[in-house]
């Protein structure tokens, strides 16, 4: 019960941007939208979270719908090391039970 | 500082048998968690602790315990293995419950 849907793979060029969608349409007003990646067989590595606002960091941009109903992950320049798992994850304000789906799988290839 | 530290990376036990998984940090993080991943799934949440001496269950807590010390270390104890503990176990910490996680690389347990 991850609240996330997401796509179970996508193929993205090196060097072009990869977008991921993820619908959360049942999020509550004090629900975070977090994304992580998991690398083959390595822990996951946090990349960006939001609540309303689209956000930016040096590894990904979030673009949040204005409903909050769905989210983008961009990442904006792929490279073959961008090649991982990708979850999308709704997380409540209060508490740390982060439900991790089985998440996008993104293949970069050359 | 070296984040989440796990040990061992790699463990084969008998049905039945008892053994703790190891976590460590040391960036003084008060939150600390323990999730397991099946193959092709996402993480699930074992149990959590929110500081020394406080722990709670996640969503799947049967067949394991755990006990919080020290702020530092969170070990992961099972009792008596079974087959359908064979997983790939994450330790996670965060400065408080609300904040980001990080993870340690993992420990891979094979029971047979």
């Known amino acids: 019960d991850a609240k996330t849907t997401q796509p179970t793979s996508m193929d993205c060029a090196e060097g072009r941007a990869a977008n991921l969608p993820c619908n959360h349409s049942?999020?509550?007003?004090?629900?975070?939208v977090y994304w992580y990646r998991q690398i083959h067989s390595q822990g996951p590595q946090y990349i960006i979270h939001?609540?309303?606002n689209n956000e930016t960091n040096e590894m990904a941009s979030l673009i949040i719908t204005e409903d909050r109903k769905s989210s983008t992950l961009i990442l904006p320049h792929a490279t073959l090391r961008d090649t991982a798992v990708y979850y999308c994850?709704?997380?409540?304000?209060?508490?740390?039970?982060?439900?991790f789906g089985a998440g996008t799988r993104l293949t970069v290839k050359p | 500082n070296a984040g989440v530290t796990q040990t061992p990376k790699f463990q084969v036990l008998k049905t039945g048998q008892s053994m703790t998984l190891q976590c460590a940090q040391d960036?003084?993080?008060?939150?600390m968690s323990w999730y397991r991943q099946d193959p092709g799934m996402g993480l699930r949440l074992i149990h959590y602790?929110?500081?020394?001496?406080?722990?709670d269950q996640g969503e799947v807590p049967n067949g394991y315990n755990v006990s919080r010390s020290t702020t530092e270390d969170f070990p992961l104890r099972l009792l008596s293995a079974a087959p359908s503990q064979t997983s790939v176990y994450f330790c996670?910490?965060?400065?408080?419950?609300?904040?980001?996680?990080?993870f340690g690389p993992g420990t891979r347990l094979l029971v047979l």
């Open positions: 996670a910490s965060s400065t408080g419950v609300w904040e980001t996680q990080y």
């Open positions: 049942t999020i509550s007003g004090n629900e975070y």
């Open positions: 939001g609540l309303k």
């Open positions: 994850i709704v997380r409540p304000l209060n508490n740390n039970d982060m439900r």
């Open positions: 960036m003084n993080h008060e939150y």
């Open positions: 602790s929110v500081g020394a001496g406080i722990t």
